[in-house]
């Protein structure tokens, strides 16, 4: 395949996706065909419980921005970006191994979730303890979160409920019921919200990741005593680990977790990168627009959780389910892209017109991005359906390198517009090198 065609292929398949897909959604048996397909519809649910997700974030940062200061916002999210990554951390991978293993596990079923569920609690404990011991060590900034009980506390709370339900969505997905997802990104959401307001009169920065906690907390209470039970007849909670179905499940689960941590390293560090180079001003304009941004790179990520639940039914039909899941994720994600450009620093003005004059042009790099973003995303998870998982590894290890090496040299110089220059170099760059591979015949 030389390069010319693979243009040409491209360009064709760019005209076919927005062709098919103008007649799907704009008549009434085009959509009932598209929910008719498990593909879509799991995808539809993750797709909505992201909507949900960015759009009560949406609210609950603009009540933040307007009842806490700058400094707060920004120590507080700082908070929450190492909350997400230490829950990512302590899932050990094992949210793959059970959309991989589940469906076929038959009376080892009960058994597999619960094994996952005490092993991912008791790694959060652990591991939310020895980072808020070594504070002073990775991130001085943040050393507020032992001075006082209840910010110590809130803070192992966050970390735990957020790690168990971030496995249970898992169990909800491996099952093609998503739906379950987006009502508990709904309870975990209106919860935060009715939250914010009233701990900032007395709990300051501590109040934001507080009722991010408290919203965490409840929704795991949920989903165990009534969604789990109610997907899966019979369910109860036990406390024993099941070794024999771990094993089953730890070399493919230990591979994904290596790529996890590696891909959610940016994540965590260039929050904690910005606020100790730039100061915690900067890192509110930055984590703001990111947030903002977050809803566009959750379109290929939901798509592909999907792909990776049918694949793994189906590995037989797996090209006619990646080709699908390109065109679904280019068809809703280009036309939100160009509404950034469009809007985008409109959005940033509901937060306070600092954040607009600071981090739009920021806002629009990181909407760029996504668009290579989705081709490595779609990409990286194919592989995990076949089991390729050194390609995966490799090929987001060298992503991360870039963007944290671009962003280490960038900062210091342009800002927080580093980091949106940096991810989107590093994203393009996988990107022709998923190409090369394609037109070498390497996949």
Same mark, same amino acid.
């Given at each position: 395949?030389?390069?010319?065609?693979?243009?040409?292929? +491209?360009?064709?398949?760019?005209?076919?996706?927005?062709?098919?897909?103008?007649?799907?959604?704009?008549?009434?048996?085009?959509?009932?065909?598209?929910?008719?397909?498990?593909?879509?519809?799991?995808?539809?649910?993750?797709?909505?419980?992201?909507?949900?997700?960015?759009?009560?974030?949406? %609210?609950?940062?603009?009540?933040?921005?307007?009842?806490?200061?700058?400094?707060?916002?920004?120590?507080?999210?700082?908070?929450?970006?190492?909350?997400?990554?230490?829950?990512?951390?302590?899932?050990?991978?094992?949210?793959?191994?059970?959309?991989?293993?589940?469906?076929?596990?038959?009376?080892?079923?009960?058994?597999?979730?619960?094994?996952?569920?005490?092993?991912?609690?008791?790694?959060?404990?652990?591991?939310?303890?020895?980072?808020?011991?070594?504070?002073?060590?990775?991130?001085?900034?943040?050393?507020?979160?032992?001075?006082?009980?209840?910010?110590?506390?809130?803070? %192992?709370?966050?970390?735990?409920?957020?790690?168990?339900?971030?496995?249970?969505?898992?169990?909800?997905?491996?099952?093609? #019921?998503?739906?379950?997802?987006?009502?508990?990104?709904?309870?975990?959401?209106?919860?935060?919200?009715?939250?914010?307001?009233?701990?900032?009169?007395?709990?300051?920065?501590?109040?934001?990741?507080?009722?991010?906690?408290?919203?965490?907390?409840?929704?795991?209470?949920?989903?165990?005593?009534?969604?789990?039970? #109610?997907?899966?007849?019979?369910?109860?909670?036990?406390?024993?680990?099941?070794?024999?179905?771990?094993?089953?499940?730890?070399?493919?689960?230990?591979?994904?977790?290596?790529?996890?941590?590696?891909?959610?390293?940016?994540?965590?560090?260039?929050?904690?990168?910005?606020?100790? +180079?730039?100061?915690?001003?900067?890192?509110?304009?930055?984590?703001?627009?990111?947030?903002?941004?977050?809803?566009?790179?959750?379109?290929? #990520?939901?798509?592909?959780?999907?792909?990776?639940?049918?694949?793994?039914?189906?590995?037989?039909?797996?090209?006619?389910?990646?080709?699908?899941?390109?065109?679904?994720?280019?068809?809703?994600?280009?036309?939100?892209?160009?509404?950034?450009?469009?809007?985008?620093?409109?959005?940033?003005?509901?937060?306070?017109?600092?954040?607009?004059?600071?981090?739009?042009?920021?806002?629009?790099?990181?909407?760029?991005?996504?668009?290579?973003?989705?081709?490595?995303?779609?990409?990286?998870?194919?592989?995990?359906?076949?089991?390729?998982?050194?390609?995966?590894?490799?090929?987001?290890?060298?992503?991360?390198?870039?963007?944290?090496?671009?962003?280490?040299?960038?900062?210091?110089?342009?800002?927080?517009?580093?980091?949106?220059?940096? #991810?989107?170099?590093?994203?393009?760059?996988?990107?022709?090198?998923?190409?090369?591979?394609?037109?070498?015949?390497?996949?």
């Amino acid at each position: 395949m030389n390069l010319s065609f693979f243009i040409r292929r +491209l360009l064709s398949f760019i005209k076919e996706t927005f062709t098919d897909g103008v007649k799907t959604l704009t008549s009434r048996e085009g959509l009932k065909r598209l929910y008719g397909v498990s593909l879509y519809r799991n995808a539809i649910y993750l797709l909505l419980n992201s909507a949900a997700v960015a759009v009560l974030g949406f %609210v609950f940062w603009i009540l933040a921005t307007r009842f806490y200061s700058t400094e707060e916002v920004g120590l507080a999210s700082a908070t929450i970006a190492t909350a997400s990554f230490l829950a990512t951390l302590s899932t050990l991978g094992l949210g793959y191994g059970i959309i991989r293993f589940l469906p076929n596990s038959g009376q080892k079923s009960y058994a597999l979730v619960n094994s996952c569920l005490i092993i991912g609690g008791l790694v959060a404990i652990v591991v939310s303890l020895i980072f808020l011991a070594g504070l002073n060590l990775w991130s001085p900034a943040l050393v507020f979160l032992r001075q006082s009980p209840l910010a110590f506390g809130s803070f %192992v709370v966050l970390v735990v409920a957020w790690a168990l339900t971030l496995l249970l969505q898992n169990v909800f997905v491996a099952q093609k #019921r998503a739906d379950f997802a987006l009502l508990g990104s709904i309870i975990h959401g209106v919860t935060k919200l009715a939250m914010v307001i009233p701990l900032a009169a007395f709990l300051y920065a501590s109040g934001i990741f507080t009722s991010w906690a408290m919203g965490w907390t409840l929704l795991l209470v949920i989903s165990l005593l009534f969604f789990l039970p #109610r997907l899966q007849s019979g369910y109860h909670p036990s406390f024993t680990i099941k070794r024999e179905v771990i094993n089953e499940i730890a070399q493919f689960s230990l591979a994904n977790y290596i790529t996890t941590l590696i891909a959610a390293m940016p994540v965590f560090i260039l929050p904690l990168m910005i606020v100790n +180079l730039l100061g915690a001003e900067q890192n509110a304009y930055y984590y703001i627009a990111y947030a903002i941004a977050t809803a566009l790179f959750l379109i290929p #990520r939901d798509i592909s959780f999907s792909l990776f639940a049918e694949g793994s039914h189906d590995e037989q039909g797996l090209t006619g389910y990646v080709r699908k899941s390109l065109k679904f994720s280019f068809l809703i994600l280009i036309p939100l892209v160009i509404l950034i450009f469009l809007i985008g620093d409109k959005i940033l003005l509901l937060f306070g017109e600092a954040y607009s004059q600071e981090a739009t042009k920021l806002l629009w790099i990181l909407a760029l991005s996504s668009l290579p973003g989705t081709v490595n995303t779609i990409y990286f998870y194919k592989k995990r359906v076949e089991k390729k998982m050194k390609t995966v590894i490799g090929l987001s290890a060298l992503t991360v390198i870039m963007i944290l090496g671009l962003s280490c040299f960038l900062l210091p110089t342009m800002g927080i517009m580093g980091a949106g220059i940096a #991810r989107l170099t590093g994203g393009v760059i996988i990107t022709l090198i998923i190409t090369g591979r394609l037109l070498m015949k390497k996949d």
